[in-house]
T-cell receptor, first 114, second 112 residues
Framework: DAGVIQSPRHEVTEMGQEVTLRCKPI?????LFWYRQTMMRGLELLIY????????DSGMPEDRFSAKMPNASFSTLKIQPSEPRDSAVYFC????????????FGAGTRLSVL | GENVEQHPSTLSVQEGDSAVIKCTYS??????FPWYKQELGKGPQLIID?????GEKKDQRIAVTLNKTAKHFSLHITETQPEDSAVYFC???????????FGAGTTVTVRA
């Protein structure tokens, strides 16, 4: 299995621009998570999908952030408009159906907002 | 909710020596404790986990121990090698289970 695939790996943009991060979970997994990692705050859960449905978006910092999961094999995290404080590494993780909470992470997208 | 504390924040060891990282958790209902290793420029990768019905689990040079009474668990790396240099995170599920609370991470440096 190719694992969780994220794109792009690196994104540099200017303040005010729209940014879209993409994730392909592991085939057969039915849960998907978006995390943000910074030195100051560590790993923060932004949103959790189960069977393509957003279950918990309480970690989304503000309305500029939105996430979608149109099907079981694709999810996006969008920031519009982006701000310098959004600079971080964004990870997507997926989890297989049932059982214990084993999450598998992608390689991440390093976002720099200038 | 679950609160996970991890110590130390940094750890430097001589190649061949052992490394130990400790975590404490607050939710007595937590039943699964994974450890992740994050290398530079990569995402966290699950390296070992332990469930609440066992006290110890070993996989080659790494082992985890769990003390449910004291609510703490530890990662032990023996015969450390340069490729063990990374950031290690412990985690525990929150009461609703789909969320994982992560420790702040331990940066391990193995000196050659």
């Amino acid at each position: 299995d190719a694992g969780v695939i994220q794109s792009p790996r690196h994104e540099v943009t200017e303040m005010g621009q729209e940014v879209t991060l993409r994730c392909k979970p592991i085939s057969g997994h039915n849960s998907l998570f978006w995390y943000r990692q910074t030195m100051m705050r560590g790993l923060e859960l932004l949103i959790y999908f189960n069977n393509n449905v957003p279950i918990d978006d309480s970690g989304m910092p503000e309305d500029r952030f939105s996430a979608k999961m149109p099907n079981a094999s694709f999810s996006t995290l969008k920031i519009q408009p982006s701000e310098p404080r959004d600079s971080a590494v964004y990870f997507c993780a997926s989890k297989p159906r049932g059982g214990i909470n084993i999450q598998y992470f992608g390689a991440g997208t390093r976002l720099s907002v200038l | 909710g679950e609160n996970v504390e991890q110590h130390p924040s940094t750890l430097s060891v001589q190649e061949g020596d052992s490394a130990v990282i400790k975590c404490t958790y607050s939710d007595s209902a937590s039943n699964y404790f994974p450890w992740y290793k994050q290398e530079l420029g990569k995402g966290p990768q699950l390296i070992i986990d332990i469930r609440s019905n066992v006290g110890e689990k070993k996989d080659q040079r790494i082992a985890v121990t769990l003390n449910k009474t004291a609510k703490h668990f530890s990662l032990h790396i023996t015969e450390t090698q340069p490729e063990d240099s990374a950031v290690y995170f412990c985690a525990a599920p929150r009461s609703n289970d789909y969320k994982l609370s992560f420790g702040a991470g331990t940066t391990v440096t193995v000196r050659a």
